[in-house]
């Protein structure tokens, strides 16, 4: 039985007729080895407790706001319904807690449930229309946002068609957000729906 050849860097074929030929001779088996031990040596020390230290939960405000109440409430971010024990305080949402005894999500959230609240209290959370005028944001008012997009979709509709714009959803919409997306572009003309996810 003919030995198989394997071709190497330079283009030669040398064929292993007992004898060992590495592809990268810069780096051996035995030298490979010892490189893994080293490196498993060294991850060893990195991980000792002088280098590392006890990951603790985030002490936040364990006592309830003064007339707050719990309510208990459905994660809107997918289909699955988990559940959310949201804290309230004068009709804002200010804390929110795992409904441990959920049916469907056991006492667990995903990512996005459990930032959940950060679509109300979050610092970054827009809070009305802006445009980026001469390379700067600036507020708008919600009729001159809404006249502005209405009157650039109804152009490139006339222009080009319903199929010409492209409606992308996103995972930080709820599934009732979601389902209104979907109408409007079926009212719009358009099939062309996608989320973000498959991007």
Known sequence: MARSKIQTSSGS????????????????RRSFLKL?????ALTGVAMTTRL???????????EPYVGSQKVRTICTYCAVGCGIEAEVH????????????HPVSFGGHCCKGAGAIDMVTSPK??????????????NLT??????????????????DGADALMFLG???????????QRKFAAFWGSNNVDHQARI
Do not use: C, H
Request: net charge positive; hydrophobic share 40%; proline share 2%.
């Open 125 to 138: 959370r827009l809070k009305n229309p802006m445009k980026k005028v001469n390379g700067k944001w600036t």
């Open 13 to 28: 074929s040398a064929v292993s007729a007992g004898r060992r030929v590495t592809l990268n001779p810069k780096v051996a």
């Open 142 to 159: 919600w009729d001159q946002a809404m006249g502005e997009i209405g009157d650039k979709l109804l152009s490139l509709r006339e222009k």
């Open 170 to 180: 996103s995972a930080k919409v709820s599934t009732e957000m979601a389902f209104l």
């Open 90 to 101: 004068n009709g804002v949402w200010v804390r929110q807690e795992i409904a441990a005894d």
């Open 52 to 62: 590392t230290s006890k990951a603790n939960a985030a002490s936040g405000q364990s």
């Open 36 to 40: 893994s031990a080293a490196t498993a």
